[in-house]
């Protein structure tokens, strides 16, 4: 197939997704990912046909490095692009991150709008021009697909912008991203803007135009999909539209959005539509950031019907009241047909239709795990295996085990908790007691493994409905020697035992951070604050 045929199928033109879930995305404040998350992310975005990964800001820590270097080396089928700001640094650590990837890609930006030149970079235009000229060309030395990037593109006027894109295109760039960085744009703008400059600046037919937005006036979604109209043909966007304050485009809601209304945007993605329920709980697991629950596409209600109205329609017609069917994004219905006589066979089967793929260990262990959780369980849910089988991960190298728990809480306090870790093997209890039950677990854990790291962040909520739901808890802890933050998550009918086991494997993952980091030279342990572009 031509390079111009598979542009083009059935007459429709190819909109290329570049996501930036696990750096755009990654960088917004508590959206933090540890290394195996990062992993995880990104294969299921390679998995579903994603076209570029964005798997970082390479320069920004040692933990950014080792991942896009890692999932560079994994990814089977995607571009994978590392972030640089306009700083030959900058450019050969992302260089570097990525040059086993079979796709590389650096992706190089610099700001162009007067207030940011003015406040931020104190440059002049003429001093901006030159850096373009050099990053990209230095960027071009290293790799041969280049992105360059204008910060705050849409409040930049156009002839300026103009001479900034024709040098970026001199110089080597291949793509050409005009970013909405502040969400400032509107679709007619935005539309307008990217024709103009297609119009005006030379050679820009050899390049790719690529829209990146952000959802300040709640117009990300809109304004990518007017850009393609102005002839950008790449949208950068993020799973659960995860990203700086309040956020980028939503991957879900362009790529249903570009297949549903086919009639009227003549564009197909390469994305696997099936698997975004999917990647959407994943991220939203990975990232702590829960999805709303009436998100489009993949929020829990996104395909519920309440209203009488409404459920007499769906009753005769689903298409009286659903433009998309729930299986087309991956959101079968929750099932009730998991129980305690469940087998083996049923119960892997399950694990397949919600995507999971489990080695024979693995899937026995999640068996045995399911079993005690219908036993003490009326209904399982879907949800309820993927927390079970999503906790489940990495605990073969953990020091430190929960055994048992008893809590004694209620209106007279103390509430105290008596608690048996196993920790290297070894059996250790301790009784202690606190402001509340979840505060007397972790002090008993503390007393049992004396540790600096610090609390961060504490979060609950509810698997499914009813009384007998299983809690989902997560635990961030800070240890601020090593600069680093690992998140622990459990889940477990028993509020306080998912409490003390998402504390517990959160600790673990610190301690094997710390065993790494003991490995590492000294100097890559400097731990660079994570500030992102
Ligand atoms: O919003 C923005 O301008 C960015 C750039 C780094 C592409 O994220
Ligand atoms: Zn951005």
Redesign the pocket.
């Known amino acids: 197939m031509s390079a111009k045929d598979k542009a083009q199928q059935n007459g429709k033109d190819h909109v290329i997704i570049f996501d930036?879930t696990l750096?755009?995305g990654e960088?917004s404040p508590g959206a933090t990912m540890t290394f195996e998350e990062k992993l995880e992310v990104a294969e299921l975005l390679d998995d579903m046909g994603v076209d570029v990964i964005e798997a970082g800001f390479p320069i920004a820590s040692q933990g950014d490095f080792e991942a896009v270097s890692e999932i560079a080396q994994r990814a089977k089928k995607a571009t994978i692009a590392g972030?640089a700001r306009a700083i030959p640094a900058d450019i050969i650590r992302a260089g570097e991150a990525v040059k086993h990837a079979g796709r590389p890609r650096i992706?190089t930006?610099v700001s162009t709008s007067p207030i940011h030149l003015e406040h931020q970079m104190r440059k002049s235009q003429e001093e901006v021009l030159d850096i373009i000229t050099s990053t990209v060309t230095l960027a071009r030395d290293l790799v041969e697909d280049v992105e360059w990037?204008a910060?705050?593109?849409t409040r930049t006027p156009i002839e300026y912008l103009c001479r900034c894109v024709e040098a970026a295109i001199k110089a080597g760039a291949t793509t050409i991203?005009l970013?909405?960085?502040?969400g400032y744009t509107v679709p007619d703008e935005i539309r307008d803007m990217f024709k103009s400059i297609r119009e005006q600046v030379p050679s820009s037919d050899k390049v790719v135009f690529s829209a990146?937005n952000?959802d300040d006036l709640g117009m990300a979604v809109a304004n990518s999909l007017a850009a393609l109209d102005g002839g950008v043909r790449q949208i950068?966007c993020t799973i659960n539209g995860l990203?700086?304050r309040a956020g980028?485009a939503a991957l879900e809601e362009i790529v249903m959005a570009v297949k549903t209304r086919g009639d009227v945007m003549p564009y197909y993605t390469n994305v696997d539509a099936s698997k975004l329920t999917r990647a959407s709980k994943l991220v939203s697991a990975a990232s702590s950031f829960p999805v709303q629950f009436n998100k489009a596409i993949v929020g829990r209600n996104a395909f519920a019907h309440e209203s009488g109205i409404h459920q007499d329609g769906m009753l005769k017609n689903t298409s009286t009241y659903e433009i998309m069917t729930p299986d087309s994004v991956g959101a079968g219905k929750t099932s009730l047909v998991m129980g305690k006589h469940s087998g083996r066979h049923a119960f892997k089967t399950k694990l397949e239709e919600l995507g999971y793929d489990l080695s024979d260990n693995a899937l026995q262990d999640a068996f045995v795990r399911f079993k005690d959780l219908a036993d003490r369980k009326k209904h399982v849910y879907d949800e309820d295996i993927e927390a079970l089988v999503d906790e489940n991960i990495a605990t073969a190298e953990d020091r430190v085990k929960l055994e048992s728990l008893t809590i004694i809480a209620g209106t007279h306090g103390p509430q105290s908790a008596t608690l048996t870790l196993g920790i290297d093997g070894e059996h250790k209890t301790v009784q202690s007691t606190g402001n509340g039950p979840v505060d007397a677990a972790f002090n008993a854990i503390q007393q049992l493994v004396p540790h600096d790291a610090k609390l961060a962040l504490y979060d609950v909520h509810a698997v499914t409905e009813g009384t007998d739901a299983q809690a989902e808890v997560t635990v961030r802890l800070e240890d601020r020697d090593l600069g680093v933050s690992t998140t622990g998550r459990a889940a477990d009918p028993d509020t306080m035992v998912a409490s003390a086991k998402a504390y517990i494997s959160a600790m673990n993952k610190l301690e094997q951070r710390r065993v790494r980091g003991r490995l590492m030279p000294a100097e890559q342990l400097a731990v660079s604050d994570r500030r992102?572009?």
Do not use: Y
């Not at 970013?179 to 502040?182: A, Q, S």
């Open positions: 930036t750096r755009d960088q972030l992706h930006f990037s910060m705050d593109a991203n970013p909405d960085t502040v990146h952000h950068e990203g700086e980028n992102g572009p």
